[in-house]
């Protein structure tokens, strides 16, 4: 087999499982991975030069090559520097191209998370959309969005799943024991909301929708994304008897202790249109109440979560009162069907129908 050499940027494999478990998916199917690295000015064409020019860039998030948001502390100046970063972005893409390197784009978000500067975004976006030899969302509602989005052909874009984090952190505690880690009562029911804490993630309406939830116990575990993020949850949680919070950065070996201490995890998102999250929860064999937006409804069956309409505030209180309603024997239930459905999401194949695409657009279509 021929060896293939594909620079993957930006890269955070180191703190990404997402990348981490691609990049090694695709080596086993004759793709030799370089991980960029993010540099202030020219980032593409400086990585291809130095990486020995491959002939194959795989992007899998833009934002971080333009946007800048809370940078000066002044919202224009923020705005004229995202601007100034994209067109040095987009003529690092044409001169990549000029230099005969092709790219491939997977999309996985609409924009870029914190909204911000959506008008740049969006240009920028249908851009990168248009320069690119080929596209891959992770299912087909994503792939129409993308089209009616951008404009671009349907032809050029391939549907390919996000795979499971099964083994991909450690896992080897029982619930009792992430318990006592924790500080829980063995016997509570507990939701559990777990990872950074960003707007988009809709924790101040779960904050609000949990009020009508009885004899249960929110426990919260992730990040604040700003200062004025945290500052705004701690004084509600501080309100509030049945929540608790660790507003702070959660090491991946301690991601189980959470998982397993939950009965079920909650991702109560306002946008969204992929989730590794719901795929990790999955992957922990846990159930998940979670909004029925974009690839999730793919990936999330009724059968393992409680599935509500995102703009119903009614629907998410009634989602969650049915999961309380559940005994922990029909809630591991769940879980078990869910680890068998994410167990089916394997990274070899998607390592495969990966670099089926690179050939394709290698070959010429």
């Given at each position: 087999?021929?060896t293939?050499?594909?620079?993957?940027?930006?890269?955070?494999?180191?703190s990404?499982?997402?990348?981490k478990?691609?990049?090694?998916?695709?080596?086993?199917?004759?793709?030799?991975?370089?991980?960029?690295?993010?540099?202030?000015?020219?980032?593409?064409?400086?990585?291809?030069?130095?990486?020995g020019?491959?002939?194959?860039?795989?992007?899998?998030?833009?934002?971080p090559?333009?946007?800048?948001?809370?940078?000066?502390?002044?919202?224009?100046?923020d705005?004229?520097?995202?601007?100034?970063?994209?067109?040095?972005?987009?003529?690092d893409?044409?001169?990549?191209r000029?230099?005969?390197?092709?790219?491939?784009?997977?999309v996985?978000?609409?924009?870029?998370?914190?909204?911000?500067?959506?008008?740049?975004?969006?240009a920028?976006?249908?851009?990168?959309?248009?320069?690119?030899?080929?596209?891959?969302?992770?299912?087909?509602?994503?792939?129409?969005?993308?089209?009616?989005?951008?404009?671009?052909?349907?032809?050029?874009?391939?549907?390919?799943?996000?795979?499971?984090?099964?083994?991909?952190?450690?896992?080897?505690?029982?619930?009792?024991?992430?318990?006592?880690?924790?500080g829980?009562?063995?016997?509570?029911?507990?939701?559990?909301?777990?990872?950074?804490?960003?707007?988009?993630?809709?924790?101040?309406?779960l904050?609000?929708?949990?009020?009508?939830?009885?004899?249960?116990?929110?426990?919260?575990?992730?990040?604040?994304?700003?200062?004025?993020?945290?500052?705004?949850?701690?004084?509600r949680?501080?309100?509030?008897?049945?929540v608790?919070?660790?507003?702070?950065?959660?090491?991946?070996?301690?991601?189980?202790?959470?998982m397993?201490?939950?009965?079920?995890?909650?991702?109560?998102?306002?946008?969204?249109?992929?989730?590794?999250?719901v795929?990790?929860?999955?992957?922990?064999?846990?159930?998940?109440?979670?909004?029925?937006?974009?690839?999730?409804?793919?990936?999330?069956?009724?059968?393992?979560?409680?599935?509500?309409?995102?703009?119903?505030?009614?629907?998410?209180?009634?989602?969650?009162?049915?999961?309380?309603?559940?005994?922990?024997?029909?809630?591991?239930?769940?879980g078990?069907?869910?680890?068998?459905?994410?167990?089916?999401?394997?990274?070899?194949?998607?390592?495969?129908?990966?670099v089926?695409?690179?050939?394709?657009?290698?070959?010429?279509?």
């Amino acid at each position: 087999m021929i060896t293939m050499r594909v620079l993957y940027i930006p890269y955070y494999g180191g703190s990404n499982a997402y990348q981490k478990l691609l990049t090694n998916a695709v080596s086993k199917h004759g793709v030799t991975p370089i991980k960029g690295s993010m540099f202030l000015l020219f980032p593409l064409i400086r990585n291809v030069l130095a990486s020995g020019r491959p002939r194959l860039i795989h992007i899998i998030w833009t934002h971080p090559f333009f946007v800048v948001g809370d940078y000066s502390g002044v919202a224009a100046l923020d705005a004229i520097i995202s601007c100034g970063r994209a067109v040095l972005f987009v003529i690092d893409l044409l001169i990549v191209r000029v230099f005969g390197v092709d790219i491939v784009w997977t999309v996985h978000n609409k924009h870029n998370h914190e909204k911000q500067h959506l008008r740049l975004d969006r240009a920028v976006n249908r851009f990168v959309g248009g320069i690119a030899s080929s596209l891959t969302v992770e299912c087909e509602r994503a792939k129409n969005t993308i089209i009616d989005l951008f404009g671009i052909d349907e032809d050029r874009i391939s549907v390919i799943p996000e795979g499971n984090y099964i083994g991909a952190y450690p896992d080897d505690i029982s619930q009792y024991e992430a318990r006592e880690w924790v500080g829980l009562d063995q016997d509570a029911f507990v939701f559990v909301y777990l990872g950074m804490i960003r707007k988009y993630k809709g924790l101040p309406d779960l904050l609000n929708a949990f009020v009508n939830v009885d004899d249960a116990l929110l426990y919260i575990s992730g990040k604040p994304y700003s200062d004025e993020l945290a500052n705004s949850i701690s004084e509600r949680v501080n309100s509030m008897p049945n929540v608790e919070a660790r507003l702070e950065f959660i090491p991946d070996e301690e991601l189980q202790y959470y998982m397993r201490a939950a009965d079920v995890i909650v991702l109560p998102y306002r946008d969204i249109m992929t989730s590794g999250s719901v795929l990790l929860a999955m992957s922990f064999g846990r159930p998940v109440v979670v909004p029925r937006l974009g690839c999730i409804p793919m990936v999330l069956s009724d059968d393992g979560g409680f599935l509500y309409d995102a703009k119903d505030r009614s629907d998410f209180i009634e989602k969650l009162r049915e999961a309380r309603s559940m005994s922990r024997e029909e809630l591991d239930a769940m879980g078990d069907m869910n680890y068998q459905r994410a167990r089916d999401l394997s990274w070899d194949d998607i390592g495969n129908d990966t670099v089926r695409v690179y050939r394709e657009v290698l070959n010429g279509g």
